[in-house]
């Protein structure tokens, strides 16, 4: 069944909280990982025609927005038509779930990894997508360790969020 794409937030926020956690307080990543899989594949109504309507990223590292703790980001980002001219540019809008993390150890070197983020995925929902997700979390969980200390470890805030970014 598909939802408006201005539903997605609360569609995200369901799925999290249907796993225990509160979007604003997420005690456990890894289930975290979990609402996000089946989020991306709930269809939206709403979005863009094209291969690159609908996408996803995995982010992580330190930013100056929180003081440069280490973070976390699942995000799934939107194109959506203009109304009044449908064949125009789309605005583009993020589902995010951000996590900062408390500063370990482990975590050293984290903003000097090779990469800060999986790069876009635009696999529709379904299999693809899906083996896709399963590839992502598999190779960077075994590439990077300080990725598996984020993973492994409780954010200290968390907060999700619908927003548009052009």
Known sequence: MSVSWQSSIEVFSRLLRGRGLDPNSVADVHAAWAAFEEFLQTPLEGVASGEDADGYIVQWGRWSWNDSRPNLSFTRQLAIPDAEDPDGQPSYWQVDLEMTFSDVPSLTGLDELNES????GFDPVGPLRAAELTSIHD???????????????????????????D
């Open 139 to 165: 190779h960077y969980l075994t590439l990077y360790p300080q990725l598996r200390t984020l993973f492994d470890s409780a954010p200290a805030k968390s907060g999700l969020s619908l927003q548009q970014v």
């Open 117 to 120: 983020s999986t790069g876009f």
